[in-house]
Nanobody
Framework: QVQLVESGGGSVQSGGSLRLSCAAS????????KGWFRQAPGKEREGVAA???????TYGDSVKGRFTISQDNAKNTLYLQMNNLIPEDTAMYYC?????????????????????WGQGTQVTVSS
């Protein structure tokens, strides 16, 4: 059974940085995507960043230039480096992995692409 455990969330002031980690177990790396999503209270979940096993990356418009997604396949760990945080980044952050093939037309940041999700880690940014 695939398990994803996020860590690294916390409270920071505007302009600060955090690094989120997502440790995966029971997961055999496949030629698919892994991603970070977030959901703020009262808002829909949105895609933040995604990385393909081959290394291609994509980012949501609101985090481009501030967030960096990376992976360590040897450690089965996904990371999200978040710099220059702003209050609007406050949300629960989730990692997700795709282990099954989906339509090739599905965007990398579409929730529909992912079939395993972590429990989330809270990020709070104060002004």
């Amino acid at each position: 059974q695939v398990q994803l455990v996020e860590s690294g969330g916390g409270s920071v002031q505007s302009g600060g940085s955090l690094r989120l980690s997502c440790a995966a177990s029971g997961y055999r790396y496949s030629n698919h995507w892994k991603g970070w999503f977030r959901q703020a209270p009262g808002k829909e979940r949105e895609g933040v960043a995604a990385i393909h096993n081959a290394g291609n990356t994509t980012y949501g418009d609101s985090v481009k230039g501030r967030f960096t997604i990376s992976q360590d396949n040897a450690k089965n760990t996904l990371y999200l480096q978040m710099n220059n945080l702003i209050p609007e980044d406050t949300a629960m952050y989730y990692c997700a992995v795709q282990t099954m093939s989906t339509s090739p037309t599905l965007q990398a940041l579409s929730e529909l692409r992912y079939n395993y999700w972590g429990q989330g880690t809270q990020v709070t940014v104060s002004s």
